[in-house]
Structure formats: C-alpha cells, structure tokens
C-alpha cells in the first residue's frame, strides 16, 4: 500500500478565495482523522470519522472549515473563504480500530 | 485537557547516550502511540502500546506503559545525530478510536 496521500503538498492561496484539501487513506481502515500543525497551537484534531461518518467535529475551528467523507477511500477538508490564520500544515492520518494510526506527508497551505 | 502531555519539553544529549521521555495523560486508554518528527516533515509512527501491556521494544526504542500512573516513556538506547527530531505521545480516549497530541519532547542528539 502506498501509505496515506494527500494532495496537493504545498497550497498557496489569497485571502477569501476557496481551499480543498485532499485525503486518500490507506485501504481497509476505517477511521480517517483530520490534523492540523502550527507552531502557537501544536497538533489539534479538527474532525475524525468511522466509516465515512463524521464521528466528532468539535475541533473544527469555524463554520468556514468543512469537511466529507463520500466513500472509504476520499475525504475532503474545504476552508471558504479562507484566512491569513488558517496557515498550517494541515495532516490526515487513517487506522483500524485500536491499531497503528499512519499519517500523510501534510498540505502546507499559505493564505496571503 | 485530553491529550498526552510528555516531559521534558527539550532534551539535549550527546551520540551514544540513552533518551527517556515521559507522557502523562488524563484518562483511560485503549492503547497509547508515540511518534517521530524531523523538523518540517511528517509524523512517523514509532510504537503502538494497548493497555494491557506494559513494555514493548522496537529496535533501540523501548516504551512503557503504567495504566494506574496514567504515564508512558520512550527511551531510545544508544542514540544517534539521526534521531534528532521532536517526538510525541498520542493516547486513544478509553471506547474511542481518535486520538490527541501534547506539545512534544524536542530532541537534540549531538555527534
């Protein structure tokens, strides 16, 4: 398997305009956890989900942060509009129950 | 807060030298993690431990597990300037399967 993926690497965007992350987690996991890295704040869990159900979104920072799970092997994690202090790296990270949870490589989004 | 805490917050040792870092958390687990990260890149999965357990080793990486003092460590043995990196626990809520981060244990192994 080819570990988790995410797209793209690096994002750079203006201010107000619409950002889709994307997520596609290893096969045959089915939890799918959105993270995002910033120097002030650390590692804060935005959204996880269990079977494409979002099971627990309270770290979700603002109504402009979405995010979808539409099949077992996609997510998306959309910021409209988008703001200077959504500057992170943004990770998703996939597991079985109680196993080994493995990370993407990270979207490191700029918004100018 | 729920999150792993770990300690100390930096460590500074020089090559050859053992590394012990500690993490508390505040509720029961199902399992705990611990994971390395190279300054400015992914999270790399290191150990995974479950509650019932209480050691288990990897390589040169040892982790503990003490469910009553609600604390875990990482001791890497016999370190390299390669294992220079920030390193994390991440405990798994008891019935839940996601899991939180504290603010790391910063490592600086010096040839």
């Known amino acids: 398997d080819a570990g988790v993926i995410q797209s793209p690497r690096h994002e750079v965007t203006e201010m107000g305009q619409e950002v889709t992350l994307r997520c596609k987690p290893i096969?045959?996991?089915?939890?799918l956890f959105w993270y995002r890295q910033t120097m002030m704040r650390g590692l804060e869990l935005l959204i996880y989900?269990?079977?494409?159900?979002?099971?627990?979104d309270s770290g979700m920072p603002e109504d402009r942060f979405s995010a979808k799970m539409p099949n077992a092997s996609f997510s998306t994690l959309k910021i409209q509009p988008s703001e200077p202090r959504d500057s992170a790296v943004y990770f998703c990270?996939?597991?079985?129950?109680?196993?080994?949870?493995?990370f993407g490589q990270g979207t490191r989004l700029t918004v100018v | 807060s729920q999150q792993g805490e770990e300690d100390p917050q930096a460590l500074s040792i020089q090559e050859g030298e053992n590394a012990t870092m500690n993490c508390s958390y505040k509720t029961s687990i199902n399992n705990l993690q611990w994971y390395r990260q190279n300054s400015g890149r992914g999270l790399v999965h290191l150990i995974l431990i479950r509650s019932n357990e209480r050691e288990k080793h990897s390589g040169r990486l040892r982790v503990t597990l003490d469910t009553s003092k609600k604390s875990s460590s990482l001791l890497i043995t016999a370190s390299r300037a390669a294992d220079t990196a920030s390193y994390f626990c991440?405990?798994?809520?008891?019935?839940?399967?996601?899991?939180?981060f504290g603010s790391g244990t910063k490592l600086n192994v010096k040839p």
């Open positions: 096969s045959g996991h089915n939890s």
């Open positions: 991440a405990p798994s809520l008891y019935n839940f399967n996601k899991f939180y």
């Open positions: 990270a996939s597991r079985k129950q109680n196993t080994e949870a493995f």
């Open positions: 989900f269990n079977n494409n159900v979002p099971i627990d």
